[in-house]
């Protein structure tokens, strides 16, 4: 029996006597910033240490995704979840109820660290869940930390649902690859969040909104569509100052986000000295913020090829800019 009374954990050991090698050397892989290949119940994921922004980088750059979308961690137990998330009574007592399984917890975030901005898409909130697959649930205990793992297929491409399908899809960038069998076909994870003492139901998933009320009560009317969608303007950090894109040199009262070669100084933020798209995709949302704290007329932001993942940065940089509602 599992200390929550449930044989879960035990069924998962049992499971997973003869893999614990395959199982150490996925959270390793993850430790030292490669992508996994991990069957959660609902599809396969590709997973990042959530901690690393560059392994953050190169999961949006394996996948080809067109846009910096906050992305779900993945924790091993409801301990873990709660020293990174700030949860209310409500929180703890979904967690309790449906962990692990498919229901994503939206929180404020507590340890900034844990989770980076980029997979937080620069929010001040974090998604997260304990999911209920035995194979993913003894990799992240092993590794201890979050997980960031969205589905492993290539954007525009459906979720793979088998072994076989998630290595055709993204395999060739993954450092390790775990079988979990086929994944129960459909649902994704419910998310809801839970802030201010309120639960809004987000996303429709695998646990419904009757069940959701059998805990918490009512939920609270769900704002309006493009607040609550995914990876619509407002749910992403946007800083206070204007952003000026495609900018040769910084106006005098301007932070400057450089990229590629540039001399430093005050207010100046250089995304990649050495002109990296995966490097500046890691320090993106960070680099926003600092600018944003000093207080400038403006953030100027150099030009970024659009390439790659310069694809994804310069959709968020002409959110930031206002030029796409
Ligand atoms: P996926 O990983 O494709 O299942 O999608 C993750 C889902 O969680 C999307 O619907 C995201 O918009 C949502 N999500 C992740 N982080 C947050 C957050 N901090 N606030 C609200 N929704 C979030
Ligand atoms: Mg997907």
Redesign the pocket.
Known sequence: MGVDGSNRSQGAGELLADRQEEVAAAARALRAGGLVLLPTETVYGLGADASNPAAVAAIFEAKGRPRF????AHVADLETAASIADFDDRAWALAKEFWPGPL?I?APIKDTTAVCDLA?AG?D???IRVPGHPVSHAVLDAFGGAVVA??ANRSGRPSPTTFADAVAETGDKAAAALDGGPCAVGL??T?V?VLEGQVRL??PGAVTRVQLQQIVGPLAEAEDDAKRS??RLA?HYAPDAPVRINAKTPAAGEAFLAFGPWPGGAGVFNLSPTASLGEAAANLFSFLRAADRTQPTAIAVAAIPEEGLGEAINDRLRRAAGFVG
């Open positions: 979308n906050p992305l779900i994503t939206v937080r929010l909130t974090v998604a969205p589905s994704e994870s998310v969040s987000l996303r995914p990876g749910l």
